[in-house]
């Protein structure tokens, strides 16, 4: 299973690590991306890392504000958000996707920007 954790409320502008926890699994056998899902609107990704070469992709919104890592010893990926927006408010999800096809989802925490 993932467990997120790290979300709150942040005045637009600051900061937050998220973090994706996994059991039952190890995390470098896995593709994992963070995704969000904002009121009305469909669940979108957001950054994501390779299980084959650590290699990152990001979203546009997200491009040079958010990072993703990953901690093997602690068998967590993090999220490190930096200057938010309000628009960044949503529930985001870690989701684990190995290369046979089994899936992971978290429960999602969530994240509020707004002064």
């Known amino acids: 299973q993932l467990v997120e954790s790290g979300g709150g409320l942040v005045q637009p502008g600051g900061s937050l690590r998220l973090s994706c926890a996994a059991s039952g699994f190890t995390v470098d056998d896995y593709n994992i991306g963070w995704f969000r899902q904002a009121p009305g609107k469909e669940r979108e990704g957001v950054a994501c890392i390779s299980r084959r070469d650590d290699s990152t992709r990001y979203s546009g919104s997200a491009e040079g504000r958010f990072t993703i890592s990953k901690d093997n010893a602690k068998n967590t990926v993090y999220l490190q958000m930096n200057s938010l927006k309000p628009e960044d408010t949503a529930v985001y999800y870690c989701?684990?996707?190995?290369?046979?096809?089994?899936?992971?989802w978290g429960q999602g925490t969530q994240v509020t920007v707004s002064s």
């Open positions: 989701h684990a996707r190995s290369r046979m096809g089994r899936e992971y």
